[in-house]
């Protein structure tokens, strides 16, 4: 396995009086997609939330590229070379699809080839390019929000859930821009479509009850139907 | 070139943009056009009204942040020029250090507020403005010695500012170059240069990152920005245009005291005039002052005449009569956040766009 670049240890986070992370143990090494599954409520997108310093976990050590980043605050984990794209199609609705990229490209105006590229998995950034984003659908929202994570290199991308209510055909678009996307970026994927995930996935770890209870790679998962059904409830053929 | 000055923020719709060119024209003509001091008082008060709404709407309609201590800094620009034009006598340097005075207090004050306070809910960030602002009023009145306490103070204003000023013999139009004239084109010029400075601020990276603190200030930390920061700057700079409003005041005014600048009832004036012209659009700020005050001004009178009309029909003449002005003004609140909850400018431009 390639070195780590992400590592939880024994993470607990707190929300309000709920204890929702009970200590998660997670490694996403340098390179490629890894897959966070499991079902509603395991703690997944808590877990993002907390690599993102979105909540403060309450105990345990957070490493990202060789930095304890547990404390630190939002703004400067962002900076370092983390975009957290959200399940909840996390766009400025009343900013236009321009301004929304401007606003991530933190290092000055957004490089034309790199937008050409961005183009290339997403026709409809460009076509919309002046519209408020507001108007845009969900699966163009949802692309913008990924655009918006990639207009810059990252070190890491956090996706939580890309492919929630989209259509087939977009989803199908979405694997080709991940296919390519993780030769030089490295992805941590919430996600509930077991087969988007199998398709695109090389590391996978699966949480329940607020704990990383497999860990593996996941041909090793979507070849072993009775892991699957013991890890997630139902088999990968279940869920086509 | 238009494009250059309007910060590329064009007004969108052909109404708008008519509109907008009446009430700059209006204004840029009204001593020439319109005789007496009726009118020319009213057009200096749209002017300094309109800075000071285009700054209010920078943190309420661009950053999302309720505060009641926008007249505060209103007040703190009027007191800075006007205490010092009456302690240290009528020249124009002691104008600017008034106003350096002013601007150091409020940006002082605003840097407070907005570190001490930004970080809580909107809720209590309004309830500590709030409270900021009232102590602040009753200490003005208060300091009766320092400023005149519940009278304010009358000041003297450089030679070429007064009214017996002239600045050559003769007329232009038929209109007399007083100082008056000229105070009232430096509050004119004011007013026009610092809504350019508010448009190119507003539509600058830093604008779109308050627009994107405003609408979800999470996801905008997530992409790295400090949102306390960026609401703290606002903060400052919003106080920073309210002061030179009060400056703009005192000067046409020659007075300043705590009814003018500081009362509760112009703070609730400004958030009227920004909900009426639209929230988000520093046109509708524009718009918004200038309806309020003019309705300010002669729905008075317009209620005068039509009560006189009305004598001998029973309740009619009491419920027009003037001092009831408030009550239609109220109506006509209730009815344009009704059918405009956009605000005037959203509708105009929303309708350019259907």
């Known amino acids: 396995m390639a070195e780590a670049l992400l590592t939880l240890e024994g993470v607990h986070t707190h929300i309000g009086e709920y204890h929702i992370l009970q200590g998660v143990d997670l490694v996403v090494p340098r390179g490629g997609i890894t897959v966070l599954l499991g079902r509603n409520g395991a703690g997944k997108t808590t877990t993002l939330r907390t690599i993102m310093g979105l909540w403060k976990p309450s105990r345990g050590t957070v490493t990202f590229d060789g930095r304890a980043i547990g404390g630190t605050d939002t703004p400067t984990i962002a900076q370092g070379g983390i975009a957290y794209v959200p399940e909840t199609m996390a766009v400025f609705a009343d900013l236009t699809v321009e301004e929304n990229m401007i606003l991530a490209a933190r290092q000055g105006p957004p490089d034309p080839a790199r937008l050409d590229w961005i183009f290339g998995f997403f026709p409809a950034m460009k076509k919309f390019w002046q519209y408020p984003a507001g108007v845009l659908s969900g699966g163009q929202k949802q692309m913008l929000a990924i655009s918006r994570a990639i207009i810059e290199k990252r070190t890491l991308i956090l996706i939580d859930e890309p492919t929630k209510g989209l259509a087939p055909a977009i989803i199908e678009s979405m694997i080709g821009a991940f296919a390519e996307l993780k030769r030089d970026t490295t992805i941590l994927l919430v996600e509930q479509n077991f087969r988007f995930a199998a398709s695109l996935g090389d590391q996978v770890a699966v949480m329940d009850d607020g704990r990383v209870v497999h860990r593996g790679t996941m041909a090793g998962l979507s070849g072993d139907e009775t892991l699957q059904t013991r890890l997630l409830g139902l088999s990968l053929d279940a869920h086509q | ?354």
Request: overall charge positive; charged content about 10%.
């Open chain 2, 1 to 354: 070139m238009l494009g250059a000055i309007l910060s590329g923020d064009f007004p969108r719709s052909r109404v708008l943009t008519v509109v907008l060119l009446a009430i700059f024209v209006g204004l840029a003509i009204t001593p020439f056009a319109i005789p007496g001091a009726a009118a020319i008082n009213t057009a200096a008060k749209i002017c300094y009204f309109i800075v000071l709404v285009v700054s209010y709407d920078l943190l309420l309609g661009y950053t999302g942040i309720v505060s009641f201590a926008h007249a505060m800094f209103f007040g703190i620009g009027g007191y800075g020029v006007g205490l010092s034009l009456y302690a240290l006598g009528p020249t124009w340097p002691v104008i600017l250090l008034g106003l350096a005075i002013g601007l150091v207090v409020a940006i002082v004050l605003a840097l407070l507020i907005g570190l001490l306070s930004l970080r809580v809910k909107a809720i209590f960030f309004a309830m500590i403005t709030l409270a900021v602002a009232s102590a602040f009023a009753i200490l003005a009145t208060q300091f009766n010695e320092f400023t005149g306490g519940e009278d304010g103070r009358s000041f003297r204003v450089p030679e070429m500012l007064r009214p017996g000023y002239r600045l050559f013999d003769g007329e232009v139009f038929g209109t007399a170059i007083t100082g008056r004239l000229l105070t009232y084109y430096l509050v004119f010029v004011s007013a026009v240069l610092l809504f350019l400075v508010a448009l190119r601020i507003v539509n600058s990276p830093f604008g779109r990152v308050l627009q994107a603190i405003r609408e979800n200030p999470m996801r905008a930390e997530a992409l790295g920005y400090r949102v306390v920061y960026y609401r703290t700057m606002a903060n400052c700079l919003a106080a920073a245009m309210a002061v030179c409003a009060g400056a703009m005041s005192a000067l046409w005014l020659r007075y300043t005291g705590p009814d003018t600048t500081l009362s509760f009832a112009i703070m609730l004036d400004i958030l009227l005039m920004v909900v009426i012209g639209g929230m988000g659009t520093m046109y509708g700020a524009v718009v918004g002052a200038t309806l309020f005050i003019v309705a300010q001004n002669y729905l008075q009178r317009l209620m005068g005449i039509a009560a006189a009309a009305t004598e001998g029909i029973p309740i009619l003449p009491k419920l027009l009569h003037p001092d009831r002005w408030l009550l239609f003004l109220g109506v006509l609140f209730v009815l344009s956040v009704y059918f405009f909850p956009t605000g005037i400018i959203g509708k105009l431009r929303g309708s350019n766009k259907a």
